[in-house]
């Protein structure tokens, strides 16, 4: 069941929860532009620009691959024999660039919900992915070139099922997952884009080079270096993160604690947060409590491993919620303060805001809400957080918690994706 489906569920089930919720809050401040995802609008996925004092819709975006700061906007819509990419100011809507390319290509989609992808860490080089022929005998092409459109896409084409996964901030080394026979098992294979050369071997963790690579995608990060991206997977043996280096031909697996292995469902429950120098990566699931911290610097080490109590109130929704979630990571399930002392993420119900220091919960916020999505502003002065169900959009204070003002005119809304300060 995808996302969109059950924001509409949840509206209809939303009054059989409705005791015990916090009273309205007043207006949220003026000043801020909220990118979201809300209900199922004019039967298409689209992104809802929101303006956070009136609540006013100023634009719908439809779904597209937006640059790591949001400064640009990537769209890919078919026309007669050939598609149209076309770059935006998403804070505008005002066309910055466009491209025809052949038909087929679109941008990659690696979670089936939200955002796309492709594009580099540091937003200056893009993927474009085509699929051809019967299963069993795929073909598929990659478009590769710069984000400001100014020069020839490289076309990169290969034998057999292959997904976009990463892409080097130089642009020359294109990660890949081919995918197997078995749906769980896939490889992930490195494509040098200057010499159109496939690297014969796969990408493989160097301490267990012969162990194949199983695994259903989860929630994912890029440092702000644009050196490694950061993957969750859920698979049988218990959840792990794949650490891949953008330019080098191995990569680390990286086991995270699990109360029961063999539990899928909770397994989707892992988010990631990394700060803003990169040195840091947390890694915790808003079902089991559980957080892993670990530094880049020092892979395939995982320093810390902890728990914590998450305030778990259970209800009609909560339960309907979790169980639905099952299906896909969340969008916004976690996030780090600006200073990097706090870990702000979604338990069953409510938010906790963890001191980095020592991995223990300092704050508890809108206990009794059962909470889909949060992100923190980029200027760091607010964290939003949005419920689908009770469609309700909260802006509070990251330093006390204390819940400031609510967006008001939101129609479940179930993924923050971005959160600016108006220029």
Not at 97 to 123: K, M
Not at 130 to 155: C, D, E, I, W, Y
Not at 183 to 189: A, E, G, I, K, S
Not at 349 to 365: E, F, H, P, S, W
Request: proline share 7%; aromatic share 8%.
């Amino acid at each position: 069941m995808s996302r969109r489906l059950i924001a509409l569920l949840l509206l209809a089930i939303a009054p059989l929860a409705a005791c015990g919720r916090s009273a309205s809050a007043p207006p949220a401040a003026a000043g801020y532009r909220l990118f979201l995802e809300e209900g199922f609008r004019n039967a298409a996925e689209t992104v809802t620009v929101r303006d956070s004092g009136t609540g006013t819709i100023e634009r719908e975006l439809p779904i597209g691959t937006p640059a790591p700061d949001w400064s640009r906007y990537y769209t890919v819509t078919p026309t007669t024999g050939m598609a149209r990419l076309t770059v935006l100011d998403p804070a505008s809507g005002r066309v910055l660039a466009q491209a025809t390319i052949p038909a087929g290509y679109a941008l990659p989609n690696l979670a089936f919900q939200g955002p796309r992808a492709g594009l580099s860490p540091d937003g200056q080089w893009l993927a474009l992915t085509r699929q051809t022929g019967a299963t069993g005998h795929r073909v598929t092409s990659f478009l590769v070139g710069s984000t400001s459109l100014n020069r020839p896409f490289t076309t990169v084409r290969l034998d057999g099922d292959f997904v976009f996964d990463a892409l080097s901030n130089d642009g020359k080394s294109l990660d890949l997952i081919q995918r197997m026979s078995d749906p769980n098992h896939y490889q992930v294979r490195l494509y040098d884009v200057p010499s159109h050369s496939l690297y014969e071997q796969p990408v493989v963790d160097k301490r267990e080079s012969k162990e194949p690579m199983t695994g259903i995608r989860g929630d994912s990060v890029a440092d702000p270096q644009g050196n490694y991206v950061f993957t969750v997977y859920a698979r049988d043996a218990g959840p792990f993160i794949h650490a891949l280096p953008l330019d080098q031909p191995y990569a680390w697996c990286l086991d995270l604690p699990a109360k029961n292995a063999w539990d899928i469902e909770q397994q989707f429950h892992w988010s990631l947060a990394i700060n803003q120098d990169g040195s840091r990566l947390y890694a915790i699931n808003g079902s089991s409590g559980l957080i892993a911290e670990m530094s880049p610097a020092s892979l395939p080490k995982v320093d810390r491993t902890a728990q914590v109590a998450l305030n778990t109130n259970p209800d009609l929704l909560a339960g309907f919620v979790t169980g639905a979630d099952a299906k896909g990571a969340r969008i916004g399930g976690a996030a780090l303060s600006a200073d990097g002392r706090t870990l702000f993420a979604l338990g069953d119900t409510g938010i906790v805001g963890i001191d980095t220091a020592n991995l223990k919960v300092r704050l508890r916020i809108l206990t009794s809400e059962t909470v889909d999505s949060i992100r923190l502003s980029a200027d760091g002065k607010w964290l939003y957080a949005a419920a689908a169900g009770e469609s309700k959009l909260w802006q509070i204070n990251p330093t006390t918690g204390a819940v400031a003002g609510e967006v008001k005119g939101s129609t479940n809304p179930w993924a923050l994706l971005w959160a600016e300060p108006k220029s």
